[in-house]
């Protein structure tokens, strides 16, 4: 499963706790999501516009937090922090390094920062290229007016390079105690401690040695690799593959339930195209011929001849 910017990517080793995810790397939350647990993390945390955070953010890196996003909790930084504008933050601030801040935004208990404070006022810069382009339209330099809103919209939006480990929800996301629901994939690292029931319009993959407590709902396949415990149902209207030593305590219900020997299942099967058994020998030949179809075990042999 490639990332698309539309699927909720959950790292390796990332903890549900009782009120806060605790994750490792940066952390990116799209626009227009509700989060109700708190967030901490040894990376940066980038929050997009109109989100709501249910709880305190620490992290020991920057932090940026864009417009009418309200924070309802303390926020903690190693670094950076920059809010946009209308930004609330219901608890107190205490960081590191510079703070950069918008229009009207509000912090309940009072900051701490020990670098730089900049407030700003984006009206004035409007006002000056509004300025800036009546005079050049009078001065009939239209080729550079053009030019000038040419990098204005080139410049709109730039990417923030991010870590190659990382935590993201999708725009349009909530992330609930008891019910979350996303409008495409799930994709779970290793060893990952998950709560509460998702509801997913895409299919979810659960990779090795992690744990689900709750129930989880796909519009389309779901995959489980080894040693995943689920403490809950699958509902999926694709296919659903359960590896070896996987736990399910729930039912599982699917268009054709591919179930590998070694899994237990306390609980039903519904499958409208059957169910088949695989042997671990079966899985290990059927990743062998698709690591050789994708040509993965050349690179690897290549690896190793260069090392």
């Not at 929050?47 to 303390?74: A, K, L, M």
């Not at 009072?110 to 800036?132: D, H, L, M, Q, T």
């Not at 699958?234 to 030593?245: F, K, L, T």
Request: with cysteine; charged share 30%; hydrophobic share 35%.
């Amino acid at each position: 499963m490639t990332f698309d910017r539309k699927s909720l990517v959950i790292p390796d080793k990332t903890r549900f706790e009782e009120k806060t995810i605790v994750t490792k790397g940066d952390v990116v939350i799209g626009d227009r999501c509700l989060i109700q647990y708190g967030i901490k993390t040894d990376g940066r945390i980038f929050v997009g516009e109109h989100v709501i955070i249910d709880g305190d953010i620490e992290s020991t890196g920057d932090i940026r937090v864009d417009i009418f996003s309200n924070i309802d909790g303390n926020v903690k930084s190693g670094g950076n922090v920059y809010f946009g504008e209308k930004v609330k933050v219901r608890g107190k601030l205490s960081l590191d390094g510079d703070l950069d801040v918008g229009d009207s935004v509000e912090i309940d208990q009072g900051f701490e920062a020990k670098g730089w404070i900049n407030i700003r006022s984006p009206i004035p810069v409007v006002i000056y290229i509004f300025i800036y382009l009546i005079q050049l339209l009078k001065m009939g330099h239209s080729e550079e007016i053009d030019r000038i809103l040419s990098e204005i919209e080139e410049n709109d939006g730039d990417t923030i390079p991010i870590c190659e480990t990382f935590l993201f929800i999708p725009s349009n996301s909530i992330i609930g105690i008891q019910k979350s629901k996303v409008d495409f994939n799930l994709r779970v690292g290793k060893k990952s401690s998950m709560f509460g029931n998702f509801d997913i319009k895409g299919d979810i993959f659960i990779d090795k040695d992690s744990k689900i407590h709750g129930t989880l709902k796909s519009t389309g396949d779901f995959f489980s690799g080894k040693n995943v415990k689920i403490f809950g149902n699958i509902d999926s209207y694709g296919d659903v593959r359960v590896e070896d030593n996987v736990l399910i305590e729930g039912n599982i219900s699917g268009g054709k339930i591919y179930l590998s020997k070694t899994a237990s299942v306390n609980g039903e099967l519904f499958a409208k195209e059957g169910i088949s058994f695989i042997s671990p020998l079966q899985a290990k030949a059927e990743e062998k011929i698709e690591r050789f179809e994708t040509n993965t075990d050349i690179m690897d042999e290549v690896d190793n001849l260069l090392e």
